[in-house]
Nanobody, 119 residues
Framework: QVQLQESGPGLVKPSQTLSLTCTVSGGSITTNSYYWNWIRQPPGKGLEWIGAIAYTGSTYYSPSLRSRTSISRDTSKNQLTLQLSSVTPDDTAVYFC???????????RGQGTQVTVSS
């Protein structure tokens, strides 16, 4: 069974770039037809889709975050990376990586990692 584990700094200063890694085990990130999503949940709010990278390597981004977001992968390590630039306190959230069969859908999700943006 696939497992996803997010990792990264828990505290980021405003205007800096947030960088998170998702390590996948139990399955390859290049397996046909899977999409690997990044989503987040700000405190007291619902889930927000950030973007995704497909098994082909194609990337997809939320229009509201596109200008600040970059998603990439390292197939040799079976890892995904999320970078979010120019962060503000509004970017404080629990960040998850998740696997699905389309963009912005998922049936497996990591436990999430808390990221706080504060000086």
């Amino acid at each position: 069974q696939v497992q996803l584990q997010e990792s990264g700094p828990g505290l980021v200063k405003p205007s800096q770039t947030l960088s998170l890694t998702c390590t996948v085990s139990g399955g390859s990130i290049t397996t046909n037809s899977y999409y690997w999503n990044w989503i987040r949940q700000p405190p007291g709010k619902g889930l927000e889709w950030i973007g995704a990278i497909a098994y082909t390597g194609s990337t997809y981004y939320s229009p509201s975050l596109r200008s600040r977001t970059s998603i990439s992968r390292d197939t040799s390590k079976n890892q995904l990376t999320l970078q979010l630039s120019s962060v503000t306190p509004d970017d404080t959230a629990v960040y998850f990586c998740a696997r699905g069969q389309t963009v912005n859908s998922y049936n497996y999700r990591g436990q999430g990692t808390q990221v706080t943006v504060s000086s």
